[in-house]
């Protein structure tokens, strides 16, 4: 069973960049596709971005050309670079498998605040 611990999130000013990171504890090399997600309060779960093994990502549209999504194999860890952040980027952000049948259950995520 894979368990991944994210981190980076914090509290960031409208325009400002984080780096998220997503380390699991067992080999992601074989997951097809892995991916960041996002919630806000009331509202479900969004796939921000994935990344398959190849290296194809898909982005949402409220964050393509703002966020880039990677993923080092061989230190079983995927990251999420945000640049110019908005205020309704704000959500605790989130990392799993992009394939249903492989997906594992939720981590705490970390908080991304942005606000002036």
Same mark, same amino acid.
């Not at 069973?1 to 990171?21: C, D, I, N, T």
């Not at 504890?25 to 796939?47: D, H, N, V």
């Not at 971005?49 to 393509?64: C, E, H, P």
């Given at each position: *069973?894979v368990? +991944? +611990?994210? /981190?980076?999130?914090? &509290?960031?000013?409208?325009?400002?960049? &984080?780096? &998220?990171?997503?380390?699991?504890?067992?080999?992601? /090399? /074989?997951?097809?596709?892995?991916?960041?997600?996002? *919630?806000? #309060?009331?509202?479900?779960?969004? =796939? +921000?971005?994935?990344?398959t093994?190849?290296?194809?990502?898909?982005?949402?549209?409220? @964050?393509?050309?703002?966020?880039?999504?990677s993923?080092? %194999?061989?230190? %079983?860890?995927?990251? =999420?670079?945000?640049?110019? =952040?908005?205020?309704?980027?704000?959500? @605790?952000?989130?990392?799993?498998?992009? +394939?249903?049948? =492989?997906?594992? #259950?939720?981590?705490?995520?970390? *908080? @991304?605040? @942005?606000?002036?």
């Amino acid at each position: *069973q894979v368990h +991944v +611990v994210e /981190s980076g999130g914090g &509290l960031v000013q409208p325009g400002g960049s &984080l780096r &998220l990171s997503c380390a699991a504890s067992g080999s992601i /090399s /074989s997951i097809y596709a892995m991916g960041w997600f996002r *919630q806000t #309060p009331g509202k479900q779960r969004e =796939l +921000v971005a994935s990344i398959t093994t190849g290296g194809s990502t898909n982005y949402a549209g409220s @964050v393509k050309g703002r966020f880039t999504i990677s993923r080092d %194999n061989a230190k %079983n860890t995927v990251y =999420l670079q945000m640049n110019s =952040l908005k205020p309704e980027d704000t959500a @605790v952000y989130y990392c799993n498998a992009d +394939v249903r049948r =492989l997906m594992f #259950p939720w981590g705490q995520g970390t *908080q @991304v605040t @942005v606000s002036s």
